[in-house]
Protein backbone atom coordinates (compact mmCIF):
# COMPACT_ATOMS: atom_id res chain seq x y z
CA UNK A 1 0.00 0.00 0.00
CA UNK A 2 1.55 3.35 -0.91
CA UNK A 3 -1.62 5.13 -0.44
CA UNK A 4 -0.49 9.18 -0.51
CA UNK A 5 -2.23 9.37 2.64
CA UNK A 6 -0.06 7.61 4.57
CA UNK A 7 3.38 9.32 3.62
CA UNK A 8 4.72 11.80 5.99
CA UNK A 9 5.38 15.95 4.35
CA UNK A 10 8.89 15.91 3.19
CA UNK A 11 9.52 11.66 2.64
CA UNK A 12 10.95 11.26 -0.87
CA UNK A 13 11.53 15.02 -1.45
CA UNK A 14 8.09 15.37 -1.91
CA UNK A 15 7.01 18.61 0.25
CA UNK A 16 2.86 16.81 0.35
CA UNK A 17 2.80 13.75 -0.41
CA UNK A 18 -0.80 13.76 -0.02
CA UNK A 19 -1.34 16.44 -2.42
CA UNK A 20 1.20 15.44 -4.90
CA UNK A 21 0.37 11.83 -5.49
CA UNK A 22 2.07 11.05 -9.10
CA UNK A 23 5.29 12.19 -7.40
CA UNK A 24 5.20 9.94 -4.03
CA UNK A 25 3.90 6.66 -6.45
CA UNK A 26 6.51 6.95 -8.72
CA UNK A 27 9.36 7.49 -6.12
CA UNK A 28 8.43 4.68 -3.68
CA UNK A 29 7.78 2.69 -6.67
CA UNK A 30 11.58 3.18 -8.06
CA UNK A 31 13.02 1.85 -4.79
CA UNK A 32 9.91 -1.08 -4.73
CA UNK A 33 11.84 -2.34 -8.01
CA UNK A 34 15.19 -1.81 -6.71
CA UNK A 35 14.48 -3.99 -3.66
CA UNK A 36 12.45 -6.83 -5.82
CA UNK A 37 15.15 -6.93 -8.71
CA UNK A 38 16.38 -10.09 -9.73
CA UNK A 39 14.02 -11.66 -7.51
CA UNK A 40 11.24 -13.08 -10.38
CA UNK A 41 8.60 -11.00 -7.95
CA UNK A 42 6.11 -8.51 -9.28
CA UNK A 43 5.61 -4.78 -7.82
CA UNK A 44 1.74 -4.32 -8.02
CA UNK A 45 0.90 -1.73 -5.89
CA UNK A 46 -2.32 -0.82 -4.11
CA UNK A 47 -3.17 2.69 -4.54
CA UNK A 48 -5.76 5.14 -3.11
CA UNK A 49 -8.93 5.94 -4.05
CA UNK A 50 -10.28 7.55 -0.58
CA UNK A 51 -10.25 10.46 1.28
CA UNK A 52 -7.94 10.18 4.62
CA UNK A 53 -8.42 13.13 6.80
CA UNK A 54 -6.76 15.58 4.66
CA UNK A 55 -7.53 15.48 1.01
CA UNK A 56 -10.66 13.88 -0.50
CA UNK A 57 -9.46 12.09 -3.53
CA UNK A 58 -10.77 12.85 -7.28
CA UNK A 59 -10.51 10.75 -10.45
CA UNK A 60 -6.97 13.20 -11.31
CA UNK A 61 -5.60 11.75 -8.36
CA UNK A 62 -6.50 8.23 -9.11
CA UNK A 63 -4.96 8.69 -12.76
CA UNK A 64 -1.90 10.16 -11.34
CA UNK A 65 -1.53 7.30 -9.35
CA UNK A 66 -2.18 4.96 -12.50
CA UNK A 67 -0.05 6.72 -14.23
CA UNK A 68 2.92 6.64 -12.13
CA UNK A 69 2.99 2.84 -11.68
CA UNK A 70 3.12 2.61 -15.50
CA UNK A 71 6.04 5.06 -15.54
CA UNK A 72 7.76 3.41 -13.01
CA UNK A 73 7.11 -0.57 -14.54
CA UNK A 74 4.37 -1.92 -12.50
CA UNK A 75 2.78 -4.29 -14.38
CA UNK A 76 -0.47 -3.33 -12.71
CA UNK A 77 -2.06 -1.99 -9.63
CA UNK A 78 -5.27 -2.53 -7.21
CA UNK A 79 -7.91 0.33 -6.69
CA UNK A 80 -8.62 0.49 -2.74
CA UNK A 81 -11.61 2.44 -1.59
CA UNK A 82 -13.06 1.06 1.54
CA UNK A 83 -16.51 2.02 0.45
CA UNK A 84 -16.15 0.86 -2.75
CA UNK A 85 -16.82 4.15 -4.14
CA UNK A 86 -14.63 3.99 -6.85
CA UNK A 87 -13.31 7.22 -9.11
CA UNK A 88 -13.99 5.35 -12.61
CA UNK A 89 -13.32 8.72 -14.24
CA UNK A 90 -9.85 7.95 -12.90
CA UNK A 91 -9.87 4.42 -13.96
CA UNK A 92 -9.08 3.27 -17.30
CA UNK A 93 -11.51 0.67 -18.77
CA UNK A 94 -9.66 -2.34 -19.49
CA UNK A 95 -11.94 -3.14 -22.45
CA UNK A 96 -12.62 -1.02 -25.46
CA UNK A 97 -15.88 0.71 -25.84
CA UNK A 98 -18.38 -1.80 -27.66
CA UNK A 99 -19.93 -0.60 -30.89
CA UNK A 100 -23.68 -1.37 -30.59
CA UNK A 101 -23.67 -1.54 -34.72
CA UNK A 102 -20.86 -4.16 -34.37
CA UNK A 103 -22.95 -6.40 -31.49
CA UNK A 104 -25.24 -9.16 -33.04
CA UNK A 105 -29.20 -8.71 -32.55
CA UNK A 106 -30.31 -11.04 -29.76
CA UNK A 107 -33.34 -13.94 -31.14
CA UNK A 108 -36.20 -12.85 -29.24
CA UNK A 109 -36.96 -15.83 -26.73
CA UNK A 110 -38.85 -19.41 -28.14
CA UNK A 111 -42.66 -19.22 -27.65
CA UNK A 112 -43.65 -20.88 -24.19
CA UNK A 113 -44.54 -24.49 -24.53
CA UNK A 114 -48.44 -25.16 -24.85
CA UNK A 115 -49.53 -26.11 -21.51
CA UNK A 116 -49.80 -29.21 -19.70
CA UNK A 117 -53.04 -30.32 -18.07
CA UNK A 118 -52.83 -30.44 -14.74
CA UNK A 119 -54.11 -33.88 -14.56
CA UNK A 120 -51.38 -35.54 -16.65
CA UNK A 121 -48.66 -34.14 -14.10
CA UNK A 122 -48.28 -37.01 -11.50
CA UNK A 123 -48.31 -35.80 -7.81
CA UNK A 124 -45.44 -35.18 -5.74
CA UNK A 125 -44.66 -38.14 -3.22
CA UNK A 126 -43.61 -36.38 0.27
Do not use: C
Not at 17 to 32: H, K, Q
Not at 91 to 108: E, K
Amino acid sequence: MIYPALWGDGEYGVDKPWREPYLIVERSLVDWHAVAAGTGAAVVPWIQDFAAGRYEYNEFDVAAQIDATKASGSPGYLVWNPKSRYHGGGIPSANPPIDPGAVPPVDPPAAPPESVPAESVPPVQP
